[in-house]
């Protein structure tokens, strides 16, 4: 039996999880070894800066979100307020994107089952990991490394000075790509006007501790030139230590987060693709849904075409996650310049209509050309980082493509 919507059952602890879900994830647990490679101890620095920015976006979002909370958010929002195509850009580049994000996650569960059986190929627990790390800093063990001392003995706290921390906030984005989930999923949010505000306020904040908290206490535990690529930082750094039934449980969980991650990358597009049909830019079969409001075509399509991520990782098995990488990287630069160029849009037409925001962005419009500023760094960061390169050769490319398939859209409207 089928339904015709989407249903507003999501609570305000739902919207939280599915945020937390989906940005507490690969970039985190397994991304964070080349950004501690890049910059050092100061890798806390580029994950405050990138996180504040982002924090600056998802109230751009959240504003536009509680004065019309639909499914397909930004995409609905850029063709509303800014026009036709940037709004099926916005629409089939984060699809996209998302695409590439569960590739990423389930090369990521490759490379965390490694740690247990090599001859394979390629949020509590978080809280628990700073405690762990807090006490051994705190007790210092006998030949233990010089704990805090950690944070300046190699090199300093800025080893690779201000360029590589500017290379590192590069590589960070894609810890927080996926927090957008709580735009995406407004159009099922029970209670839009205090729930998303809430959500938003709430998560960023939990992510900014998580993120920091965790890379203070992995810069104090070892050494930061210390730490390779063959798996997560957090299991290699806790087996160094000499507690491997934490390092085992550690793995646990980041496998578990990438599982959580890739669940939370198949919603959002199942959604998108809802959201882009309703409005015609995509076809009319995404828009059903199951008797329980699930666009279950979407979720089918989606989670499928994934699977090319065996193939990709049979013929490049050393550096295909890196590749996957850097596109998520720019895709995700697209889709947060839509918003927040979409923001600036909304609010020259609540000027003209006399509209009052319930949920106003900080610090209009400055923060719009802040993060402006700073994701043009960063799309120029990529081209001084030779694996992160071709992402930004690629990108007109990708925009041309998009731009080919809205014109093809348009045309088969005339004729029909």
């Known amino acids: 039996m089928e339904g015709k919507n989407l249903k507003r059952g999501l609570k305000n602890r739902h919207l939280q999880m599915m945020a937390l879900g989906s940005a507490i994830g690969t970039g985190l647990f397994y991304g964070s070894a080349s950004t501690i490679a890049l910059t050092g101890p100061s890798v806390m620095v580029a994950y405050l800066i990138s996180g504040v920015v982002i924090y600056f976006i998802m109230r751009m979002l959240g504003e536009m979100s509680v004065h019309e909370p639909v499914a397909g958010s930004f995409s609905y929002y850029a063709t509303k307020y800014w026009g036709g195509f940037p709004g099926f850009l916005a629409g089939w580049n984060y699809w996209y994107c998302y695409i590439m994000v569960s590739m990423a996650e389930i090369t990521a569960v490759g490379i965390y089952v490694n740690y247990w059986w090599p001859e394979v190929p390629q949020v509590v627990a978080i809280l628990s990991m700073i405690l762990l790390g807090a006490y051994l800093i705190i007790t210092n063990p006998v030949g233990y490394p010089g704990n805090i001392s950690n944070l300046w003995s190699y090199g300093g706290f800025l080893p690779n000075g201000v360029w590589g921390m500017a290379m590192a906030c590069v590589v ?195 923060t719009n050309y802040l993060c402006l500023l700073f994701l043009g760094g960063v799309i120029f960061m990529m081209y001084q980082i030779p694996d992160m390169k071709n992402a930004v050769f690629a990108l007109p490319v990708w925009l041309c493509i998009l731009y080919a398939g809205y014109r093809f859209k348009l045309s088969r409207e005339k004729r029909s």
């Open 172 to 366: 960070v984005l894609f810890s927080y790509g996926g927090i957008e989930l709580l735009g995406i999923s407004a159009g099922e949010a029970e209670d839009p006007d205090r729930s998303i505000p809430k959500a938003i306020n709430q998560v960023i904040w939990r992510i900014l501790i998580f993120y920091v908290g965790t890379m203070f206490i992995l810069m104090c535990l070892w050494p930061w030139n210390q730490v390779g690529m063959e798996s997560s930082p957090f299991v290699q750094i806790f087996d160094n230590v000499g507690i491997p039934a934490a390092a085992h449980i550690l793995n646990f969980v980041v496998l578990s987060a990438a599982v959580s991650v890739y669940n939370s990358a198949i919603y959002s597009n199942s959604r998108m693709l809802y959201g882009l049909a309703d409005k015609g830019d995509a076809p009319q079969l995404f828009k059903r849904v199951s008797s329980r409001g699930v666009p279950y075509i979407g979720t089918l399509v989606s989670s499928g075409i994934t699977l090319i991520i065996v193939l990709m990782n049979y013929l490049f098995p050393s550096q295909i996650f890196m590749y996957l990488f850097a596109v998520v990287i720019i895709s995700a630069v697209i889709n947060w310049v839509c918003i927040t160029m979409t923001h600036m849009k909304f609010r020259q037409y609540c000027q003209e209509n006399n509209i009052h925001s319930k949920f106003k962005s900080v610090f209009y419009p400055l």
